[in-house]
């Protein structure tokens, strides 16, 4: 049996791990992103970099979120760059519906609190497939 991919009842191959969001982790420029949207706003953005739009571009930049003086959890940003008209720095996150669970919703709302960094979201809405 050499070269036969050996498939289970939900199509995926074995010994695979199962994804909770369905997502395709992708590597682009030997960075790894956890999804194929991910990776392609990172594309977007360094078009965006290459045309001068922006710059500093960072990916997966952590924030320690501290309250008291103590550590309270980390959160990973997605990108963060900085717009090179106005100087302001840009942190977004890449997500779908089912990827705003309340933990991050959470995080989120620390990271303004005791850092005043605003997160902006990227939609990444599939469109539905049609039935026939």
Same mark, same amino acid.
């Given at each position: 049996?050499?070269?036969?991919?050996?498939?289970?009842?939900?199509?995926?191959?074995?010994?695979?791990?199962?994804?909770?969001?369905?997502?395709?982790?992708?590597?682009?420029?030997?960075?790894?992103?956890?999804?194929?949207?991910? !990776?392609?706003?990172?594309?977007?953005?360094?078009?965006?970099?290459? !045309?001068? !739009?922006?710059?500093?571009?960072?990916?997966?930049?952590?924030?320690?979120?501290?309250?008291?003086?103590?550590?309270?959890?980390?959160?990973?940003?997605?990108?963060?760059?900085?717009?090179?008209?106005?100087?302001?720095?840009?942190?977004?996150?890449?997500?779908?519906?089912?990827?705003?669970?309340?933990?991050?919703?959470?995080?989120?709302?620390?990271?303004?609190?005791?850092?005043?960094?605003?997160?902006?979201?990227?939609?990444?809405?599939?469109?539905?497939?049609?039935?026939?």
């Amino acid at each position: 049996m050499v070269g036969v991919i050996r498939r289970g009842r939900n199509g995926r191959r074995r010994g695979t791990p199962y994804r909770k969001f369905h997502n395709i982790p992708t590597v682009v420029d030997g960075i790894k992103f956890d999804s194929r949207a991910e !990776a392609t706003r990172y594309a977007e953005l360094k078009t965006m970099l290459r !045309a001068g !739009a922006i710059r500093d571009l960072d990916c997966h930049t952590p924030h320690p979120i501290l309250v008291n003086g103590k550590k309270v959890c980390t959160y990973v940003d997605d990108f963060s760059y900085t717009l090179s008209d106005t100087g302001v720095r840009i942190t977004e996150d890449v997500k779908s519906p089912a990827s705003k669970t309340p933990l991050y919703r959470m995080k989120k709302k620390l990271l303004y609190i005791t850092q005043g960094i605003s997160i902006m979201e990227i939609m990444n809405i599939k469109p539905k497939r049609r039935k026939r």
